[in-house]
């Protein structure tokens, strides 16, 4: 039981991060309708990065984190005016393998910076450990979910009341109607980016201040894809519900699976899902299904 | 603009002929010569670059007949490529088969998985499918590194390529042996683009439904596709294996199915000759940067923290397929043939 409530918690609070990361995939993808596969990468590298400002510039927390974040939202920029801004309007397969040489440019960049690949954030969480009844939880992961809801509900209320937000879900709805309104139709994609980039390296930040940074890290983009295609390609709702599904897929099928299968399994399911989901349901479970037409 | 001026089509054969003119045939030839004598006048330091250029091409031949003419995006490659080179060295090191067993074995079984990651590709395009062929990537390598017969993490050993009692053992022999094959497939896919298949792919790569509608089999072609292009990675990823002596599964990273996506990009998709020029340009340049580059600024640069030189590889490659997709988006074959028509007109400009 006390182990079950163990692996319920650190499933949750895992599968929120992937939903957070999942999120900066959604956001970009509604709006410019661009298939970001570089997510790991920046996860990584602003992970990388907080740990310079943490451990290496010896910044306290509340310095360090607004620098952060201001580097997400200059990153993002970056990116989407120079690789993604000359490619607007070209096919998809374009769309795709630039943000994967995008991906590929960073590696090289974090490899050169941060050259020995594994380290551990410093402790940004209490180290007492809590007591959930009969289990034992260390505290990172009830903060985890915690930062997670809290970001949740100042996107939710960014989208519903903020100008650009509005502007925002105007993009995703109908492009050419936005661009008749008025609406900087490119300044929506790079506030999309930027907003993408901020989300995923809170996402970072979190999961790798419970497992370390290391090149897994590249993996947990991935992972978030899962997310992605579970709660379906274009739905905020469905990402957020699909996180926590995967995470608790991952952790209680790694708890309870390894013992007959091979071990490392917990690695593997999030990918399993993404197959079947493909098979069965391949537009999710809230994304809207295109019907197509020549 | 395709033939020279003065050429002229009379008749059927003459219209799909490869090879059309004199000067045409004296370069192919001329280019054959040269690369059947490379041992002689190449170090085997060089040949095993070739070797490993030879290998590649094969395995970006297939992926361009999957990406490039039929337009389902796999960024998976590098997992099938490791189903073939892991069936070669099972099949020849477990089972002791023969070497051409094994070679067909690995190209056939990675066709199969290839289908099976392929099934999707019936009803999702795009993104999609690139997520799910991704997938297909780890799965494969996880089973690689769990599964006891395939040595796991250990690695697994693989004997020589041997044909009837000939073995291959020095880098000249299996130079040949690669290029050779590597020869026929180029020789493949430039006329499976031509057949009635290549059409169908093509129709299906500019639009699907459109396609459908005009009678082409989508279930049938996409899932062909897709064995073919695994098919191919299959024999690569046997030649690999038998050049290699020794496989792990580091060797089949997803980094290097980015590459290969890289690689048919840089040289231009869809074409006859764009995975040669890709596959030369991204390998020499890796290796101009793994083996000169990078040590000399490690050594010139001591004050950073060791290693740091590594990165600046896939710093470039992301960097170049970056800008070959803003700036050359049809590849280097594109300018190739500009280079063509420029140079049969001159002096006119047109």
Redesign the interface.
Known sequence: MAELLQFVITGISVGMVYALIALGFVLVWKSSSV?N?ALGQIVLISSWFTYSMLAQAELPVYIAFPIVILFALFLGWVIERF?LR??IA?P???L???T??????????????W??SVDALPRLFPKEVIHIGPAVISQEYVWVIVICLVVFVLLTAFFRYHRMGIAMRATADDQMAVQACGIPVTRVFSTSWMFACCVAAIGGVLISSIGGITHGL??TG?KA??VV?LGG?DSFAGAIIAGPIIGLCESLGGGYLTPYL???VK??IP??I??IV??IK?YGLFGEERI??? | MSLPCGTRNHNYAEDMAIVRTKTHRVLIIGLLVIIFTAPLYFSNYWLGVFNLIGITLIAAIGLNILVGYCGQLSIGHAGFIAVGAYTAAILTNRLEMPFLVGLIGAGVVSGLIGIIFGLPSVRVKGFYLAITTIAAQFIIIWVINHWGYTGGFLGIKVPYASIGGFVFRSESSQFYLIIIIAALCVFFAKNLARTKVGRAFIAIRDNDLAAEVMGINLLYYKLLAFFIGCFFAGIAGALLAHWIGFLNAEQFSFTESILYVGMIIIGGLGTSLGPIFGVVFIRILQQLLTVELVPFLESSFTMFPSGFATGITPMLFGLVIVLFLILEPRGLAHRWSLFKSAYRLWPFSY
């Not at chain 1, 994967?100 to 910076?113: A, H, Q, S």
Request: proline residues 6%; negative net charge; hydrophobic residues 65%.
């Open positions: 298939a596969l690789a000359p490619l070209q998809i397969l374009s795709i393998t630039v994967l040489g995008i991906g590929y440019f960073i590696e090289g960049v974090i490899t050169f910076i050259p020995w590249l993996e991935l894809f899962s295609i390609l091979w071990a490392g690695d593997i990918f399993v993404i197959i493909m098979v391949p197509e037409r020549i």
